[in-house]
């Protein structure tokens, strides 16, 4: 189901925000998806430098979308996805953060929202390395990409049905996900 991968690191000062910021009791989730999950339609989140995106009603958080935005444009470039005149939009984006002790998972969704959706990502920021957690669901079968390890970024259809287990191996998995649109 991923249709590119790419090595991409973030800063360590990166990462201490990510966990600073969306491990709390607020982005604390316990039904569709366990642990800490920041995606806009689970939850409204007004802080100081956020900005409320005019298109979705959504607060986005710009220090995430800046860690991402340019590097997705040159991806998308260099795969053909966007095109001249094409404008998209890479704020529909979101942190997670799975806990052992929790059982954090994601049951099987896909990101398919309207006929803009370009493609959804996943970047594996820091994940257990000796157990795939990422799973898509094809019928009744899970199939686990090997791309997802720790600094992987990778691409996939947004109408693609995908889950993660809950972590046996480690404490903590720590991922930033979200959809390409295309607004013009």
């Not at 220090?63 to 005149?85: H, I, N, T």
Request: proline residues 3%; aromatic residues 14%; glycine residues 6%.
């Amino acid at each position: 189901m991923i249709f590119q991968s790419y090595e991409y690191q973030i800063s360590e000062n990166d990462k201490k925000y990510l966990l600073e910021t969306y491990k709390s009791d607020k982005y604390l989730k316990g039904n569709y998806y366990t642990g800490y999950h920041t995606h806009y339609l689970s939850q409204r989140r007004k802080s100081k430098g956020d900005a409320v995106h005019s298109a979705t009603g959504k607060e986005d958080d710009r220090r995430l979308v800046g860690m991402y935005s340019k590097f997705l444009a040159k991806c998308l470039k260099d795969q053909g996805l966007s095109l001249p005149k094409m404008i998209l939009s890479y704020n529909h984006i979101w942190a997670q953060i799975y806990l052992k002790e929790k059982g954090s998972m994601n049951a099987p969704h896909n990101h398919f929202l309207t006929s803009n959706t370009v493609c959804s990502w996943i970047h594996f920021v820091d994940v257990p390395e000796d157990q795939d957690c990422l799973y898509f669901q094809i019928g009744d079968t899970k199939v686990y990409p090997k791309e997802q390890r720790s600094g992987t970024l990778v691409f996939f259809p947004a109408w693609a049905m995908h889950g993660v287990d809950p972590i046996t191996t480690t404490s903590e998995r720590m991922v930033v996900a979200g959809n390409v649109n295309k607004i013009l």
